[in-house]
Structure formats: C-alpha cells, structure tokens
C-alpha cells in the first residue's frame, strides 16, 4: 500500500515524473520494502564479522572451505581468537587458605548448581561430596595445597601428570600462555541440517563461541573430575584455563557481551554454535518448556536458534541441530569434521584427561600445535 502513496504525490509534480515511472515499473513486480532489505541486507560473513568485533583476534575473519560433521562440503566462517577475553579479566581461581572468602576465589558446580567457592569449601570437601579422600590444604597451617604459576597450567596441559596431584587445587592463568596462540573456529555460514538424529557434540569442537572470542566448551567430565580428587575450578564468569584452550567458559553468567535480539521480549544474542546457528542467553524458567532436545526453538524473526541452560548445569545445549565444524589449534588447517573427534577413552584429571587419555578438554587429532 505505501507505494502507491508515493507514486500518487510524485505523479502531481511533472519534474518527477522519470522518477515515477520508475517506482511504479519497479512496484508492478515487487514490494519496495523487499527490494531495499535486498539491497541492504549484510551477508551472513559481514554480519558475524561484525558481531566479533570486539573479539581477542589473530586473525581477520575470512570465509573458507569445509566439511561438515556430516560429510556436507560448504562454507565457513572461520576465526582465531587469543588465549584471553578482552571484555574481562580473569580469575581468581583456587582459595589460598581455608579462610579465604569468596572474593578471593572462584566457582565451582555442586549438585547442578553454581557454588561460590570460598576457603570453607576445600576446608569441606569430604562433607560436600561425601568422600573423605578429599584433603586439599594443610591441617595444621589452613593453606590449601595448589599447582599454580607454570606448574598450574603445565599440570593442566599433561593428562598423565594428573594422578601425581591428587587434593591438589590446579589452575592455569593466562598471563603464562603464548599470547599469539589461538584456536581457530570453522562453522557454516549457513547451518546444514543434519539427516536423522541431532548430532553429537565434541569434546574438542565444543559447542560454539561468545562474541569475545571465547570458546563455550564442551561439558566438564564431572565424574571422572571428582573421582581423581583433582579441582580445576572456575573463576566468577564460570570460565578458566587450559594451554590448548586458552580461557574457555563452562556456564554463562554475564561476562560476554549482549547483542540485541531482534524481537521483542527475547533474551539478548550471545554466542554462534559450532553448526552456525545463533545462541541466545537463558530464557525464564516458566519459558525453557518451548525448547527441543538441543534447546532450541524458533521464534518469529529470528528463526532456528538454542537458549543457553544454567550456568550451574555444566551443559550449555544439549546437541546439534545441523552438522557442525571445527575447532583447530593451527589456523592454516583444513577443517574436516566428518573425521574430527575420534575419540580416546577417558581418562583422569583436572578436565578428565589421564594416563593415556585424551587432552584435558578432548583429544586433540588435528596434531600438535606448531610452536
Ligand atoms: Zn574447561
Ligand atoms: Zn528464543
């Protein structure tokens, strides 16, 4: 209706009459508010290009070839972000003494809740998961016993160290990581949707990125963490460190940054999966009934996306919709993920790795990084 308005006021002024010939050619075929969103509509590169902006990268993001979790061959998106956030700073992790308060340290998951962790917490370990092979601090001096510094994040890097640091608290800061050494995320510009079932998600592809670079990693192995009386705890934003991984999160509290929704009345945009749909923040309780398996659901809008679940549940989707990328710790790698996560068996550690096992967050079969 609102072309014909204006074809009508341009036709009583002969000097526009060029101009209303054209509007009235163009609007015999088409609407004229479709024809401009053609014109103004950024690609899907431009659009997560600008929503990474202010992204810790190494590299500009470029569209590059891939294959899919399962076998598609499309487009990518692909980008490298540094091992530390540049929205927040990170840490503290591991208590020092037993009376430290939760300000001196970080978080941890208790019962799918998320537990501030303070100095009475180590002090209680034994009570809190009801196993007395719990002792991490000092009897006689309340100092809790830590890997931290270099050895921290070595130990973290080294499955097989891990049973030599039972009750011990380890962490990893980033200021003792190769700032230049990133991990590089490939997904598709447009998501394929997988045949059958949903897939499956990676320990090493993860489930997708916070618009600060930082990866939304895979669950941590909780019991198999527990069972090697190993912490690696969190600090308040629900992420820490590994030398593969950088500083990666495991529950979304508000550290990313929020981008608006597009819809009213909708949780802000906060992460892209790793199958190249949206991720947005929690819904309400009373409104996380809508949400499939993989929690997601479609919105008028907005199309496909997931919601992210609570922070406390170590879980934040529960799979994939369409066929995912890849995560790769070398940024001139193909990604191939119809045969990335062949996967190691299990074994012990601050993230689950152990003695002959995987990395502490997955295996690693696209080798070993270059420096
Ligand atoms: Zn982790
Ligand atoms: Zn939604």
Avoid at 211 to 234: E, M, R, Y
Wanted: proline share 8%; with cysteine; aromatic share 8%.
């Amino acid at each position: 209706m609102k072309h014909y308005k204006i074809a009508t006021h341009l036709f009583l002024s002969a000097p526009f009459l060029a101009s209303a010939l054209l509007f009235s050619s163009c609007s015999k075929n088409e609407d004229l508010t479709s024809v401009s969103q053609n014109i103004e509509a950024p690609s899907r590169f431009d659009e997560l290009s600008a929503l990474f902006d202010d992204a810790n990268t190494l590299e500009t993001p470029k569209i590059v070839d891939c294959k899919l979790s399962g076998g598609t061959e499309t487009q990518c998106f692909s980008i490298t972000t540094g091992p530390a956030p540049a929205n927040h700073k990170t840490g503290p992790y591991c208590p020092r003494t037993i009376s430290d308060t939760a300000e001196q340290a970080g978080t941890w998951f208790v019962n799918e809740k998320l537990y501030d962790v303070d100095g009475k917490f180590i002090e209680q370990l034994g009570v809190i998961y009801n196993d007395n092979e719990w002792q991490m601090f000092d009897a006689a001096t309340g100092k809790v016993t830590l890997a931290e510094g270099q050895l921290g994040c070595d130990v973290a890097g080294d499955p097989n160290s891990a049973p030599d640091y039972k009750n011990y608290c380890v962490e990893c800061e980033v200021k003792y990581l190769d700032p230049n050494a990133g991990q590089t995320f490939v997904f598709p510009l447009e998501p394929v949707l997988t045949t059958g079932n949903p897939s499956r998600i990676g320990p090493h592809t993860g489930i997708g990125l916070a618009f600060n670079g930082v990866k939304l990693d895979a669950p941590a192995p909780l019991d198999l963490i527990l069972g090697s009386h190993t912490l690696g705890l969190f600090d308040a934003c629900v992420g820490h460190v590994n030398p593969t991984t950088g500083y990666h999160y495991h529950g979304l509290v508000g550290c990313e940054p929020n981008k608006t929704a597009g819809a009213a009345n909708h949780s802000p945009l906060v992460a892209v999966a790793m199958d190249g749909f949206d991720i947005y923040a929690k819904l309400d309780d009373g409104e996380a009934g809508s949400l499939d398996e993989c929690g997601g659901h479609v919105v008028g809008g907005l199309g496909y996306h997931y919601h992210v679940e609570a922070a406390g549940t170590n879980q934040f989707i529960g799979c994939f919709k369409a066929e995912s990328g890849c995560t790769l710790d070398n940024s001139s790698a193909t990604c191939d993920a119809s045969v990335q996560e062949r996967r190691g068996p299990r074994g012990r550690g601050p993230e689950g790795a152990g003695p002959g096992g995987p990395r502490p967050d997955g295996p690693r079969p696209d080798g070993p990084r270059p420096d």
